[in-house]
């Protein structure tokens, strides 16, 4: 006899529930992704738009003229000194930040006992929530007049370095870049340490086993693994550091030249320069405010963009902590 076919199977009401779910949930996520992409083009087109205006009846080089004088007759502005700025300060933040906010991360989740982790978790996490006008505050009244003796030791024994040698110190780049360090700190270190703590424990006690010492652990077994979360973490702080507004309002002069005596009082961002411009700017002074957000937009966007293709080389650790 011809052995009879098997019925074909039936779906069961909960499989039908979960494919109706899944399709759900895709096209949500497909349209918050599709949302954030136009979102991001709207931006653009609107501060393209803007700054045509400006751009056109401006009489010097938008990229490379220092001066600031847009709601003059004629306008004459450039985004060289504010461009500037925003990179020395970001620069100044990443290098003092980035470091020990990775110390901080791996004495939390390595070294630290498990309350004092806690506690120490919790102060970073408070920390990443102090307003920016805060730190600017602190950094006006309390930072800038005592770091005069750090600067005027810089210049005394670093001087023969150009970047150290100034005729006065005060409210400068390295001021304004300290601030932005302490502002950033508790980000990179926050999300660093969540990194770290999803490095598999069977790795680190693999490294233990073969006789690591507890910093070859790190080396061999954490730092590896987490080092896509890391550079995100950095990234996220470069954003808020190049685009941080009331802070470097607060501590920079705003001056408009490119100065690489970074000890000295001067210096401007475009961020703080929009705040502090856009109350008495005209028509043709807010298009050369919203020109110089474009020039930011674009540069955070390359910055990003880089940061991502650093990570793309990591793909079999990108999924788990970028």
Same mark, same amino acid.
């Given at each position: ?8 199977? =039936? ?11 899944? *399709? ?9 992704? @599709?949302?954030?992409? /136009?979102? @991001? ?5 609107? *501060? ?12 010097? +080089? ?39 906010? =990775?110390? $901080? ?9 498990? %309350? ?5 978790? &919790?102060?970073?996490? #408070? ?16 930072? !800038? ?5 750090? %600067?005027?030791?810089?210049?005394? &024994? ?16 390295? /001021? !304004?870049?300290?601030?932005?360090? $302490?502002?950033?700190?508790? @980000?990179?270190?926050? #999300? ?5 703590? %999803?490095?598999? @424990?069977? +790795?680190?006690?693999?490294? #233990?086993? *073969? ?46 030249? $490119? ?26 002074? %807010? ?8 020039? *930011? ?5 390359? =910055?990003?963009? $880089? !940061? ?15």
């Amino acid at each position: 006899m011809t052995p009879k076919a098997a019925p074909p199977p =039936v779906a069961s009401a909960g499989k039908s529930a979960i494919g109706t779910a899944d *399709l759900v949930f895709k096209n949500i996520t497909r349209t918050a992704g @599709i949302g954030l992409l /136009v979102l @991001i083009a709207a931006i653009a087109i609107f *501060l393209v738009l803007r700054a045509t205006h400006a751009l056109s009846a401006n009489t010097g +080089h938008f990229l490379t003229t220092q001066e600031w004088f847009p709601n003059e007759t004629p306008p004459k502005f450039g985004v060289a000194a504010t461009l500037f700025g925003t990179v020395v300060t970001a620069a100044i933040a990443m290098i003092i930040a980035v470091p020990v906010a =990775v110390g $901080i991360a791996l004495f939390i989740t390595v070294y630290a006992p498990r %309350q004092l982790a806690s506690i120490l978790g &919790y102060i970073v996490d #408070l920390l990443a929530a102090v307003p920016s006008v805060v730190y600017g505050l602190w950094g006006l009244i309390v930072l !800038a007049p005592n770091m005069k003796g750090v %600067q005027l030791w810089l210049n005394d &024994y670093l001087g023969w370095i150009p970047l150290f040698n100034a005729d006065s110190v005060g409210r400068s780049f390295l /001021v !304004a870049g300290v601030v932005l360090a $302490i502002m950033i700190l508790p @980000i990179v270190a926050a #999300l660093s340490r969540e990194v770290f703590l %999803q490095v598999p @424990i069977a +790795h680190r006690e693999a490294a #233990l086993a *073969l006789g690591a010492t507890r910093w070859e652990m790190i080396r061999t077994a954490v730092l590896p693994y987490g080092k896509p979360g890391v550079i995100s973490a950095s990234m996220l702080g470069l954003g808020r550091a190049m685009g941080e507004t009331i802070a470097v309002a607060l501590v920079l002069p705003a001056s408009f030249k $490119i100065s690489w005596h970074w000890l000295e009082p001067a210096g401007n961002t475009i961020a703080a320069n929009v705040a502090n411009g856009w109350g008495e700017a005209n028509s043709i002074g %807010q298009g050369a405010l919203i020109a110089s957000g474009l020039v *930011l937009f674009i540069v955070t966007m390359i =910055v990003n963009i $880089i !940061a991502r293709a650093i990570i793309a080389r990591r793909r079999d650790f990108s999924g788990s902590s970028a």
